[in-house]
């Protein structure tokens, strides 16, 4: 149980251009949702958290009109870069979780390597 | 705000061998979670262990026990019997109990290499 995917798991785009990332928890309803980001041979940095129906916390330095994150339903969340640069590129990992299972755990999806070109 | 510390980047061990990972962290609550996530050349995350702040016994889980030293602020992950799907990065996070609303601080990882 407990399974969260994303998807694309790789994409490549223009610079300037728009990406959309999903994340969906398919056997549990996340209450909460996060993005995080992880440089090459580096570790994972919060980006943003996310609860169904409410506005994202963005975490400190992070641009919240370039990513722009909507968790429309509990199994739901989407992670949208804007105007996207190279510099933008990494790897995005989403993670949700459940309140009721009053357990603070987190369960992963497999990531998406964006590449701006 | 909470920092964790991973002061091994790399570890490498033979096959069947005991290994202990370690980790550090700082914060003035009393009440917290720490995890230690694997990370293996797939990237995708997995959960390896879970311990509660309040909780003096510490977690196991099959080959992977943590030592907790609360006062200390240490939380280190031992691997019994290393196999060699065990080689991945791994990695120490931090979180405040707030049914699972606040994310991870991570640290930095450490590569463990399981040799043959």
């Given at each position: 149980g407990a399974v969260v995917s994303q998807h694309p798991s790789w994409v490549i785009c223009k610079s300037g251009t728009s990406v959309k990332i999903e994340c969906r928890s398919l056997d549990f309803q996340a209450t909460t949702m996060f993005w995080y980001r992880q440089f090459p041979k580096q570790s994972l940095m919060l980006m943003a958290t996310s609860n169904e129906g409410s506005k994202a916390t963005y975490e400190q330095g992070v641009e919240k009109d370039k990513f722009l994150i909507n968790?429309?339903?509990?199994t739901l969340s989407t992670l949208t870069v804007t105007s996207a640069h190279p510099e933008d590129s990494s790897f995005y990992i989403c993670s949700a979780s459940f309140y009721a299972a009053r357990t603070d755990t987190q369960y992963f999806g497999p990531g998406t390597r964006l590449t701006v070109l | 705000a909470q920092t964790v510390t991973q002061s091994q980047p790399e570890m490498s061990v033979q096959e069947a061998e005991t290994v202990t990972l370690s980790c550090t962290y700082d914060t003035s609550e009393s009440n917290y979670y720490l995890f230690w996530y694997k990370q293996p050349p797939s990237r995708q995350m997995i959960l390896v262990i879970r311990q509660e702040a309040y909780k003096q016994q510490n977690a196991t889980e099959n080959r992977f026990s943590v030592n907790f030293q609360k006062a200390a602020k240490s939380f280190s992950l031992k691997i019994s019997d290393s196999q060699l799907g065990d080689t991945a990065m791994y990695f120490c996070a931090f979180t405040f109990p707030g049914g699972g609303a606040d994310g991870l601080t991570f640290g930095k990882g450490t590569h463990l290499i399981i040799q043959p």
């Open positions: 968790h429309a339903s509990l | -």
